[in-house]
């Protein structure tokens, strides 16, 4: 465990770490299937309607629910409001390497890119 991250941010590392190459996988078929640009990964601590669910705490043993949408799912139900798009675009890093994620909590959501290299 890293002294220097919260223990909730832990567990979501610990999970991802679980389950990285396989979002890796989903992100470049996403991709090359002309599906989006920007797929966006959902990591959750609670069920969502959002996305697409792709792994649960009960199947895999985690603490996280993991959902896959994209930035075009995220405008239209206006959780990034059409006037901060292209700033989202400017500030997305390669999905080659970095899985984007909206991290969702009770109390907050914040997005956050994780490289697959560093966890895998």
Excluded at 8 to 29: G, H, M, N, P, R
Excluded at 110 to 115: A, E, G, L, R, W
């Amino acid at each position: 465990m890293n002294p220097e991250i919260s223990p909730v941010l832990q567990s979501f590392y610990d999970d991802f770490k679980s389950v990285c190459l396989a979002l890796q996988k989903i992100s470049k078929e996403t991709m090359n299937n002309g599906i989006t640009d920007y797929p966006i990964f959902i990591a959750s601590s609670l069920p969502v309607d959002l996305g697409i669910l792709l792994f649960t705490p009960e199947k895999l043993n985690l603490k996280w629910y993991f959902y896959i949408s994209m930035l075009e799912e995220l405008k239209k139900k206006q959780i990034i409001h059409s006037d901060r798009i292209e700033a989202f675009k400017v500030t997305y890093k390669s999905p080659d390497d970095y899985a984007c994620f909206l991290l969702m909590l009770p109390e907050e959501a914040s997005f956050i890119f994780v490289p697959y290299t560093h966890l895998s």
